[in-house]
């Protein structure tokens, strides 16, 4: 059936401007979660243009949300699908979108034999993230882009991460796809280390943010050959994420204890954990720092090696009673004190301010700093504390003259 030439050039009408015609989509309706659209509906064949025009009855468009578009092939039946998926009429597109999740394997594979746009690329790559079949194909794609890569490597799964991080040119050319596969817990030790040394090899800066760190520690280590089957580093970073899940911190609880005298002692219930990160090594320790539970973190965060505890202060998962809890903590060094200090996030918090000015491991720049912020109370309790460096006792004094001399 052919379409009249009128209505053929009010379809078009709907294509002029990608971004603007599916950021508000076809009834003019605000629609923000859309997607652009890189696809002209005027390429498509007669029976799908139909399906597009304002006057088209509402059963047949959602007919065609559910893949009944008798006639097309199956590419074109998943663009006019995937398109629909962007309405903005609301039964339409969540209609779409759960057909897209379920299309019948002839439909998928044929469509996947085809040159896919970037958007439907893109909605079938979130409909099947973790089918490594899929996954496969829609990575040969020449119009995928960066923004479905990056979604890809967020939703990967180990198999599938794998997959996505062997096109070391697609990595190179797309950072942000290497700092989402390191961000992902269910991606490969071995892989992650194998980007960052990609990485560091080619002198590029990702957004991790103890990329410093694991950079450092990668360039210190051997990588090996990429393998097929997930190595003894692999099992022991997961079987360290399994003992994490039941070492379970209650709130405002530490991993260690102090007593009477200030030492600090490792507190029985977080003795296996203890024991198992002791066995990782340095870029371990690292990611399970950037992805792990906050009792990894306090046990990392007092690790010897400098690059490990600095990289355990600055995981994005790290909290405000976390900050509180290491800058009281006199077993911490005074990089990770020194990192707390220049968090604008944590020192927000008065509890944060207050331990590290009362930390002597704390630099001295940074605790004078803060000190001005304190309440007259804390302030006379430092001035006459016997726990705190004579600088900042004579600090503490000095800046209650001061406020006693404005009142």
Known sequence: MSVPAAERREACMLNRGAAARWAVGFDGVSA??????????????????????????????????????????????VIVVGLLAENADEKLRDTARATLG???????????????PSAIVQRLAEAYANQFDVVEQLLRMPRITGETLELMADAADEKCGELIATNEQ?????????????????VRMSTADRLIELAVRNNVELGIPAYKEAAQAIKN????????????DDHIFVKTDTIAATAELAPEEDTHE??????????????PLYAIIGELT???????????????????????????ATAAVKSPLMRENEAAQISASRAVSEDVLRTIAQNREFVRHYQVKLNLVGNP?????????????????????LAKSKNVSGAISLAAKQQLMRKQGKS
Do not use: C, W
Not at 102 to 116: C, E, H, Q
Not at 288 to 307: P, Q, Y
């Open 282 to 308: 340095v870029t371990q320790k690292i990611r399970r720092a950037m992805l792990g539970t906050a009792a990894e973190r306090l046990l990392l965060v007092r690790d010897a090696n400098r690059l490990v």
């Open 361 to 381: 491991r704390t630099p001295f720049t940074f605790a004078s700093r803060l000190m001005p912020h304190l309440r007259d109370g804390d302030l006379k309790s």
């Open 170 to 186: 697609r990595m190179l050319e797309f950072p942000k796809v290497i700092e989402k596969l390191y961000m992902n817990k269910r």
């Open 221 to 232: 280590e051997l990588i090996a050959e990429p393998s097929p089957e997930p190595t003894y």
């Open 102 to 116: 379920k299309l019948p394997a002839p439909i998928l594979s044929g469509a996947l034999s085809g040159d896919l």
């Open 32 to 77: 923000p979660a859309l997607m652009t659209v890189d696809i002209e509906i005027s390429s498509l064949p007669a029976p799908a243009q139909k399906v597009f025009l304002p006057d088209t009855p509402a059963p047949v468009k959602l007919m065609a949300a559910r893949g009944v578009l008798p006639g097309l092939k199956p590419i074109e039946i």
């Open 258 to 271: 102090v007593d009477e005298e200030g030492a600090e002692h490792l507190r029985e219930k977080f003795v």
